[in-house]
């Protein structure tokens, strides 16, 4: 090979080093600016592996709240995308959600607030064609405040739990809720929605789906308790199970 001829060669091979880890390096750092997570499975039932990956875009250098979050499958060479809200701290994870044997994508973002609640997503990719999943409702309760200071709770089905909240008197009193430890009105408690919902497994059955929903009494600053609930797909969203756990009390 001539000189020149080599001097051309060793440009090119050189340029093409850097020009891939150039695209390398700027694929980092939209990973280390913004969220990526992927993950691979078969989730339209070709019997191919597809590409899963959430994509988040934050709202500025550092901000840790992204305006912009995707939801894209990569399936025989063709691309599914799907637009998600704006939050915080997206999660990725893959089941059979709906029982049909083909495995389904969700996705929880963190809203803002400090209840830390949750946006869920849930999708079938099946035959490559993107289909919503509902998602579970919020478990069928009766919360109210009781005279003396007590809140009760009661999940149909269940026998109501009574709870003690004369820790916070003094702010209940302040708030007008109560007089003399009675009611001014009738006043439920505030039923959030769920804050985490993730998958479970129980063996000899797949998997359920696992929530926890808080409840406060004034104000999301003042958590009482929590309904946790587990749920099973049979053509609808069916209750498996839920109960009823207090938060410990602070004087106020």
Do not use: C
């Given at each position: 090979m001539?000189?020149?001829?080599?001097?051309?060669?060793?440009?090119?091979?050189?340029?093409?080093?850097?020009?891939?880890?150039?695209?390398?390096?700027?694929?980092?750092?939209?990973?280390?600016?913004?969220?990526?997570?992927?993950?691979?499975?078969?989730?339209?039932?070709?019997?191919?592996?597809?590409?899963?990956?959430v994509q988040g875009l934050p709202y500025k250098a550092g901000s840790k709240f992204l305006k912009q979050i995707d939801l894209s499958v990569e399936s025989d060479r063709r691309t599914i995308s799907v637009p998600l809200e704006a939050g915080y701290d997206p999660e990725l994870k893959v089941a059979d959600l709906n029982n049909d044997g083909l495995q389904d994508v969700l996705v929880t973002v963190l809203m803002e607030g400090k209840g830390r609640l949750i946006t869920s997503y849930a999708y079938t990719f099946k035959d490559g064609e993107v289909q919503i999943l509902?998602?579970?409702?919020?478990?069928?309760?009766?919360?109210?405040f009781l005279d003396g200071y007590?809140?009760?709770?009661?999940?149909?089905?269940?026998?109501?739990?009574?709870l003690d909240i004369s820790s916070r008197k003094k702010t209940y009193d302040e708030l007008g809720i109560y007089q003399d430890g009675k009611l001014n009105e009738p006043t439920e408690l505030l039923v959030e929605p769920y804050s985490t919902l993730d998958f479970k497994s129980i063996f000899g059955k797949g998997k359920r789906l696992a929530g926890i929903q808080k409840v406060n009494g004034a104000d999301e600053r003042d958590p009482?308790?929590?309904i946790h609930s587990v749920w099973t797909y049979k053509n609808e969203w069916q209750l498996v199970k839920a109960k009823v756990k207090a938060n410990k009390q602070k004087k106020g």
């Amino acid at each position: 090979m001539k000189k020149l001829d080599l001097l051309k060669y060793a440009v090119l091979v050189i340029s093409v080093f850097l020009s891939y880890h150039a695209v390398e390096a700027h694929d980092k750092n939209f990973q280390v600016e913004g969220t990526y997570m992927s993950t691979k499975r078969d989730v339209t039932g070709d019997g191919k592996i597809d590409i899963i990956q959430v994509q988040g875009l934050p709202y500025k250098a550092g901000s840790k709240f992204l305006k912009q979050i995707d939801l894209s499958v990569e399936s025989d060479r063709r691309t599914i995308s799907v637009p998600l809200e704006a939050g915080y701290d997206p999660e990725l994870k893959v089941a059979d959600l709906n029982n049909d044997g083909l495995q389904d994508v969700l996705v929880t973002v963190l809203m803002e607030g400090k209840g830390r609640l949750i946006t869920s997503y849930a999708y079938t990719f099946k035959d490559g064609e993107v289909q919503i999943l509902d998602m579970p409702p919020s478990v069928p309760v009766t919360a109210q405040f009781l005279d003396g200071y007590k809140a009760e709770i009661s999940i149909e089905g269940q026998k109501p739990i009574v709870l003690d909240i004369s820790s916070r008197k003094k702010t209940y009193d302040e708030l007008g809720i109560y007089q003399d430890g009675k009611l001014n009105e009738p006043t439920e408690l505030l039923v959030e929605p769920y804050s985490t919902l993730d998958f479970k497994s129980i063996f000899g059955k797949g998997k359920r789906l696992a929530g926890i929903q808080k409840v406060n009494g004034a104000d999301e600053r003042d958590p009482l308790l929590e309904i946790h609930s587990v749920w099973t797909y049979k053509n609808e969203w069916q209750l498996v199970k839920a109960k009823v756990k207090a938060n410990k009390q602070k004087k106020g």
